[in-house]
């Protein structure tokens, strides 16, 4: 495979996971506002935090004179100049997958080309009309169709695993980088030391990453901040966990590595930082809560996002 096609696929990945990640945050915080929320100030502090787990603050300030619930979903939805808002992802989903027609089943083109249209065609005032429920289920159900039509027509091939090694590496990225946003709010307000905030807030948080179902199967009503991150982080069978994510695309990586001779000394150096990276986490569970792990992990996982690039699509890098 070219390199240019792998790192498409790959991106494709990363981006439909953060289109995800981002919708479940937004969708589950706005309605759930009113159980978390007793003023004003505060419901616009809820959202400031919100943009700092997903979005960028700089960024925002520079455009935004206040944060509030509107210019907070016109930023993360519809900002056309932020890289990262929902409809940036889709848009430049549709772009790579035009450019992998070729490779890729017509069906997963569709759905995208399809969902692309509808989206460009809403904004702000038509979401809030229409209800921001219907808005963004309207978004995860495009999510679970692209996803389950790639499940269920993809060959388990070189294209398989790029586009899903994106996705893991994205979903531990974005895990870390939500626990390390929630840490520093509870430091910051001091709602670690008071347990019904605390309650409300990691239930929110399990819902919004579609994990509470499973979290209560383990661990019944102990809904604490501990036991919310170690199932977050540490959780061998819960698919966003970090330690499963991980694992994953270790596998997608190996798979790579034996499909293509090419790759097969380089990917090595991407492997182990994989396992490298696991095994920090595994041998830590003692130092889960702490801003040291997670910013470390984070680091680490942009690591292995860099040396993943240097192995697989830099053109100086991959063999003739």
């Not at 460009?120 to 005032?125: G, S």
């Not at 009309?129 to 027509?153: D, K, L, M």
């Not at 091939?157 to 994106?166: C, I, P, S, T, V």
């Not at 996002?305 to 991959?318: D, R």
């Amino acid at each position: 495979m070219m390199n240019r096609c792998a790192e498409l696929l790959f991106w494709v990945g990363r981006y439909t996971e953060r289109i995800e990640n981002h919708t479940r945050l937004i969708d589950v915080n706005f309605h759930m506002r009113h159980e978390l929320i007793k003023n004003e100030n505060e419901q616009d502090y809820m959202w400031e935090r919100l943009v700092s787990a997903i979005g960028n603050v700089d960024n925002f300030n520079k455009k935004y004179k206040e944060i509030n619930e509107h210019s907070a979903i016109q930023f993360l939805t519809f900002d056309k100049t932020n890289a990262n808002s929902i409809y940036s992802c889709v848009q430049q989903t549709r772009t790579n997958m035009r450019a992998l027609r070729q490779l890729l089943p017509d069906e997963l083109w569709d759905i995208t080309n399809a969902f692309y249209l509808w989206l460009k065609d809403q904004n702000l005032k038509t979401a809030l009309e229409q209800s921001p429920y219907f808005f963004y289920q309207r978004i995860r159900e495009w999510i679970s169709s692209f996803n389950g039509t790639a499940f269920s027509v993809m060959a388990r091939e070189q294209e398989w695993d790029f586009l899903h090694a994106g996705k893991h590496l994205e979903r531990a990225e974005n895990i870390l980088r939500i626990l390390y946003t929630i840490y520093i709010n509870f430091l910051e307000d001091g709602s670690l030391s008071q347990k019904k905030s605390d309650y409300n807030r990691m239930i929110v948080l399990l819902k919004s990453i579609g994990g509470y179902e499973g979290f209560r199967k383990v661990h019944a009503n102990n809904v604490s901040f501990e036991s919310v991150v170690e199932y977050m982080m540490l959780h061998p069978t819960f698919p966003r966990s970090v330690h499963y994510s991980l694992t994953s695309l270790e596998t997608n990586l190996q798979n790579i590595r034996q499909q293509d001779y090419n790759f097969s000394l380089l990917s090595d150096q991407a492997i182990e930082l994989a396992a490298k990276i696991k095994d920090i986490l595994a041998g830590s569970q003692g130092e889960l809560y702490g801003l040291d792990l997670l910013y470390q992990m984070l680091g680490s996982c942009h690591q292995l996002g860099e040396t993943i690039t240097k192995t697989f699509f830099q053109e100086e890098f991959v063999g003739a």
